[in-house]
């Protein structure tokens, strides 16, 4: 097909019915074809050299599964499922299930899956601090077959991701976490709903009895080119035992670790100082939870 202007109008559709024959399609079209799942960011983006759309809906890559070694999740669920998931709404990674509830409307949330939002890779994709402090690992097929990537290596810059050509982000695996671990995700948008994020926050403590930090994690969106985690203000919190005095300090280093900007939605200064807030009441609430 040839193309006379700018607009948006894929002259092909394609629904495979295996991850084989999706692959071969993105290679045959090559940067001229684009993968869908929910289409909510495709039908925004509306990229001018998309000739074919590859839908991955017929996949069978909604699914929710929890065993021993932890939760899977299908790269083409979307956010109504995930956000009623009696499996994600237990334990810790019940604030994946909260940052999907808080994701756009009813009708985003029917259409858009957890693995468009992160290949979409924006600052502000909800699911991805979740995700960051759940060490997600992501499960990628394509022509050479299947591959793992830890999440904190997925993310390269606004809307870049380390997919390469005719690959296919099919499964989000999450680890077991030991007792006492505690999750916490706050998102603020300029209104209460339907808004993309000013920053996202998510946090993850295991506590041990004697009230000492084994392990944290802490991430931000819209903060950074990328979704980040706030590993200096980590290092400070695992091995000790907090006290409001060091949540607060590794509140302000969080908020130091981070590269906002100026936008329409908010100003880098006051990403700064609700960065330092979120987190600072989020590492509260988590700490105050793991004793409750
Ligand atoms: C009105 C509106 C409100 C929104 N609100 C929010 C919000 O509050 N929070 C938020 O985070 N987002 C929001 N979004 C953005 C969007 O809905 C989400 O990012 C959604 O999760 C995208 O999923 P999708 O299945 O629709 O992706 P698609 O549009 O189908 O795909 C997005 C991108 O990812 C690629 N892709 C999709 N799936 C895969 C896969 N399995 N493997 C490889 N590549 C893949 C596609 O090729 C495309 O480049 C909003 C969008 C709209 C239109």
Known sequence: MSKTNNLFRPAEY???????????????????????AGGTDVQIMKD??????VDITGLGLNYIQSNDKGLRIGAASVFTDIGTSPVINAGPYHIVAKAAREIGTPQIRNLGTIGGNICNATPSADSAPALLVLDAILIITGPSGEKSVNI???????????????????????????????????????????????????????????????????ALGAVAPTPIRAIEAETMLRGEKPNEALL????????????????????ADYRTTLSRVLVERALREGTSKAFA
Not at 14 to 36: H, M, N, R, Y
Not at 250 to 260: F, G, Q
């Open 14 to 36: 394609f629904k495979p019915t295996s991850i084989k024959e999706a692959v071969e399609l993105l290679l045959q079209f090559g940067d001229k074809g684009k993968l869908v």
């Open 48 to 53: 001018p050299q998309t000739e074919a759309l």
């Open 152 to 218: 904190t290596d997925f993310f390269l810059g606004v809307r870049k991701n380390a997919l390469e050509m005719g690959e296919i982000l099919t499964e989000i695996r999450l680890p077991v976490f030991p007792p006492n671990t505690e999750t916490v995700f706050i998102k603020k948008g300029r209104v209460a709903t339907a808004d993309l994020a000013v920053v996202n926050v998510a946090i993850r403590l295991t506590m041990t009895s004697d009230n000492t930090c084994q392990d944290v994690r802490i």
């Open 248 to 267: 607060e300090r590794a509140a302000v280093r969080a908020s130091e670790e981070i590269k906002p900007i100026s936008d329409v939605r908010s100003s």
